[in-house]
């Protein structure tokens, strides 16, 4: 069973396109994450959500807008895609339990190449 | 800004030997500093977390060791094998309603060889 499932695995498009990455979590966590690596592997947070409700906004262009239609879901549109975009996408999970044991729950990614 | 500052950006370590990646953390507010390792084609995962009122934490061949007074981490790896070869971040993070913020190192790409 995957824990956290990202579609699609792979997105390639051109400049100017407006896509989507969807991230679902079966392992019952309040917190979902979105997470950028970008081809020197530097991962860095986007977004996160908590039972649908926006916790964290990094400073990311506002082409991009995540949305949570519930506390297992978590979706990433991204409006007018350009060549920096290029990148991979990681979804993450995590409990929310006091503190939390701080971890956090990595989907595989997806890797979106804009031409 | 670079909050987490991880070195070496790749090491090369003989089956056997042991394998060690620092990192230094600059904001003192944070409270939790885990260790992922990371397969080509895969998520991070896991590996190894301390917290700072701990100054060493040891799973199996993984021990990690905490200067607080120093704001440095490092990740041993004993006995390294070539499965341990893949890609290590060190995070930093504080807790804050309900998220866990991971603030990544650069990465350290392992490779033992044979």
């Known amino acids: 069973d995957t824990a956290v499932s990202q579609t699609p695995k792979y997105l390639v498009t051109q400049m100017g396109n407006d896509k989507s990455i969807k991230c679902e979590q079966n392992?019952?966590?309040?917190?979902m994450y979105w997470y950028k690596q970008d081809s020197k592997k530097f991962l860095k947070i986007m977004f996160s959500y908590n039972n649908k409700e926006l916790i964290i906004n990094e400073t990311v262009p506002n082409r991009f807008s995540p949305k949570s239609p519930d506390k297992a879901h978590l979706n990433l549109h991204i409006n007018s895609l350009e060549l920096g975009d290029s990148a991979v996408y990681f979804c993450?999970?995590?409990?929310?339990?006091?503190?939390?044991?701080?971890?956090?729950?990595f989907g595989e990614g997806s890797r979106l190449t804009v031409l | 800004q670079q909050q987490v500052k991880q070195s070496p950006q790749s090491l090369i370590v003989q089956k056997g030997g042991i394998s060690i990646i620092n990192c230094a953390y600059e904001?003192?507010?944070?409270?939790?500093f885990p260790w992922y390792q990371q397969f080509p084609g895969k998520g991070p995962a896991l590996l190894i977390a301390?917290?700072?009122?701990?100054s060493e934490k040891k799973e199996g061949r993984f021990t990690i060791s905490f200067n607080k007074s120093a704001k440095q981490f490092s990740l041993h790896i004993m006995d390294s094998q070539p499965g341990d070869s893949a890609t290590y971040f060190c995070?930093?993070?504080?807790?804050?309603?309900?998220?866990?913020?991971?603030?990544f190192g650069q990465g350290t790409r392992l490779t033992i060889n044979p």
């Open positions: 993450a999970s995590s409990p929310t339990s006091g503190r939390g044991n701080g971890e956090l729950f």
């Open positions: 904001n003192t507010a944070f409270d939790y």
């Open positions: 301390i917290r700072p009122d701990v």
């Open positions: 995070a930093a993070s504080k807790y804050n309603q309900g998220a866990q913020k991971l603030v």
């Open positions: 392992l019952g966590h309040d917190t």
